[in-house]
């Protein structure tokens, strides 16, 4: 079955430690895309990429690093630098490059940093 | 910037009894909009999408949404909705642009009651 999806669905992490979010699709999308939720905030970008080895900030990028190196794969560290790190964590993917395509989301990882 | 807002963070109806969520956007031009749904620890799925045309979208499981450009207003609606209905609904506008990055709305949670 064609999908994309994240891995693992929850994650517990000391403070201090970096920690990696796996997001994968086998849609042959271009783009894909990485969102941050907190409860009664909706989602904010934190990061996209339109292209394999390309990649730009979103709203909200501070204490994120991301890495294109395949087109299926689309991983997020999450860093020391960010302060408050523990919330539920959307990866997205699109099919092509026009403005017009619709994103597709993965079921989700929730980081909780203890 | 483009901005959406969702009046009602939460909203309670009776089985069988008709649905509004209601969401304004805030967009320089015609815009792309959006509803999904998230059940709880879930992605998001995309119920139905306005970029042009026809004002009323239909959508999936029953859900329609109506364009009002005059009032920059995309509501959902449904005309009798079930238990599996309770979820949390986002509505969400596009950028018209290559990058197509989504703003969100901060959500609104359906309870049904029985």
């Known amino acids: 079955d064609g999908g994309i999806t994240q891995s693992p669905k929850y994650l517990f992490r000391k403070e201090g430690q970096n920690v990696t979010l796996s997001c994968e699709q086998n849609l042959n999308h271009d783009a894909m895309y990485w969102y941050r939720q907190d409860p009664g905030q909706g989602l904010r970008l934190i990061y996209y990429?339109?292209?394999?080895?390309?990649?730009q900030k979103g709203d909200i990028a501070e204490g994120y690093s991301v890495s294109r190196e395949k087109k299926e794969s689309f991983p997020l560290t999450v860093t020391s630098a960010q302060k408050n790190p523990t919330a539920f964590y959307l990866c997205a993917s699109r099919p092509g490059q026009g403005w017009a395509d619709t994103q597709y989301f993965g079921p989700g990882t929730r980081l909780t940093v203890l | 910037a483009q901005s959406v807002t969702q009046p009602d963070i939460h909203i309670t109806v009776s089985e069988g009894a008709s649905l509004e969520l209601r969401c304004n956007y805030s967009y320089g031009a015609t815009p792309y909009l959006f509803w999904y749904v998230q059940s709880p620890g879930q992605g998001l799925q995309l119920l139905l999408k306005y970029f042009s045309g026809d004002t009323l979208v239909q959508g999936i499981k029953g859900f329609e949404a109506e364009f009002k450009r005059s009032q920059s207003s995309f509501n959902l609606r449904k005309p009798s909705v079930h238990w599996s209905d309770a979820a949390e609904y986002f509505c969400a506008v596009g950028a018209r642009n290559a990058g197509n990055m989504l703003t969100f709305g901060g959500g609104t949670r359906l309870m049904v009651k029985p």
């Open positions: 990429s339109q292209i394999v080895n390309d990649f």
